[in-house]
């Protein structure tokens, strides 16, 4: 599989073919199993409690940065100021990986929720000025509608219009990039149907020098009960039933291949893999081991 560990930052680091993966925590949501659906609240103490997590758990927010052919490629931005529970830090973990803000040149998104797209600002501005957001054209097209903060729950607006801000500036600037369900956004990268969490959620498989990879945005919140109740969901959920569809398609697939998982909400680094368990999974930390 030729992925191994960063010898530096031990589940720090994970190297895909010959390219260093950097996972970067923007912080920490606070109380998120409280977000989840399809459980009885007995039955997810029970969960959480086996699975040696707080009750309510919170949830890590990671994002991840490494060069490709002199690109410099962040995956998802993280919340920033946009999101009240905390905020984002990763523009200083990207300073500490050894990258500046200025270099990046390409975010891929996985879907537009506040936590992963609020950091694209500081204050009004870009905060990644010479980088190209990549989007899918379906996730683009709904977050971004002139009539949705209308249209939406009067609790969802703040966050609606904190995200149409944060990519407003990109827009303007004509660096926003749409993509399809199939393309290969940068040379190896291929983006991949998970929508139901969000109507254009993406995971991003990457084949690089024989090895694979895949970074799943959304798939997991809380890791301890959704691997093993694959039906839980969370209330931000666009569609229940996709994103349950989407959860075991991908878990059952990375199971399979033998994957290095970056999880956007797994257990700090995020960087694992994924293994069956009867008719659930388990998450093994650490890369694939070659």
């Known amino acids: 599989m030729l992925l191994t560990l960063g010898a530096c930052a031990p589940f720090g680091t994970a190297t895909v073919g010959s390219t260093r993966v950097h996972a970067l925590q923007d912080g920490v949501q606070p109380a998120v199993s ?33 060069t490709l052919g002199g690109r410099v490629v962040l995956v998802d931005a993280g919340g920033g100021s946009a999101l009240p529970p905390y905020q984002g830090q990763l523009a200083a973990m990207l300073r500490s990986a050894g990258y500046a803000p200025e270099q990046v040149t390409d975010i891929l998104i996985t879907h537009m929720h506040a936590d992963h797209v609020g950091g694209l ?28 903060p209308e249209r939406a729950p009067a609790q969802f607006r703040p966050l609606i219009l904190a995200i149409q801000s944060a990519l407003r500036p990109y827009t303007q600037a004509a660096r926003v990039r749409t993509f399809d369900y199939g393309a290969e956004i940068l040379p190896g990268i291929f983006a991949q149907d998970a929508g139901g969490h969000t109507p254009g959620h993406t995971v ?54 033998g994957w290095t998982v970056f999880g956007a909400h797994m257990p700090y680094p995020g960087i694992g893999t994924v293994v069956a368990d009867g008719d659930h999974f388990r998450w093994v930390p650490g890369p694939a081991v070659p």
């Open 34 to 66: 409280e977000a989840l659906t399809n459980i009885e609240p007995a039955r997810l103490k029970e969960a959480l409690h086996a699975a040696g997590e707080a009750d309510p758990a919170s949830s890590p927010v990671n994002a991840y940065v490494f």
């Open 121 to 148: 600002l500081d204050g009004s501005a870009m905060q990644y000025p010479n980088a190209t957001v990549h989007v899918h054209a379906q996730e683009a097209g709904f977050w971004l509608s002139p009539a949705l």
């Open 204 to 257: 991003f498989l990457w084949k690089q020098d024989g090895a694979q990879a895949l970074f799943w945005g959304d798939l997991i919140h809380v890791a301890g009960v959704q691997l093993a109740r694959l039906d839980v969901g969370t209330r931000y959920d666009s569609s229940a039933p996709a994103a349950a569809q989407a959860r075991q398609r991908w878990l059952a697939a990375s199971a399979r291949e």
